[in-house]
Nanobody, 121 residues
Framework: QVQLVESGGGLVQPGGSLRLSCAASGNFYKIISMAWYRQSPGKERVLVARSTDGDVTNYGAALEGRCTISRDSAKNTVSLQMDTLKPEDTAVYYC???????????????WGQGTQVTVSP
């Protein structure tokens, strides 16, 4: 009932920047938060950044200080600006949303399909 579509991944050189975007669509009552996670081969999926209602943001350790999350609640979109990228930032980046489908159901997570980010000379 909720679709998350990411865009903006690709190949970038070390020290470069990249901007990821995610748009939510479908039938739902409310989005509580939107976030970005990333997963490198052989590693767990970890939080990169989250934006919660009330413009509350928090950042994971991986890209803290080198990324900025921006959310447009009216458009149900979220973006992640990443700067000074390093080869170890190479991963699949996933959009996440905590969504309440109806006013009577508990919020639940939804995930996008992921977008590959590769940082390499």
């Amino acid at each position: 009932q909720v679709q998350l579509v990411e865009s903006g991944g690709g190949l970038v050189q070390p020290g470069g920047s990249l901007r990821l975007s995610c748009a939510a669509s479908g039938n739902f009552y409310k989005i509580i938060s939107m976030a970005w996670y990333r997963q490198s081969p052989g590693k767990e999926r970890v939080l990169v950044a989250r934006s919660t209602d009330g413009d509350v943001t928090n950042y994971g350790a991986a890209l803290e200080g080198r990324c900025t999350i921006s959310r447009d609640s009216a458009k149900n979109t979220v973006s992640l600006q990443m700067d000074t990228l390093k080869p170890e930032d190479t991963a699949v980046y996933y959009c996440n949303a905590i969504v309440q489908i109806t006013p009577f159901k508990a919020p639940a997570p939804s995930w996008g399909q992921g977008t590959q980010v590769t940082v390499s000379p």
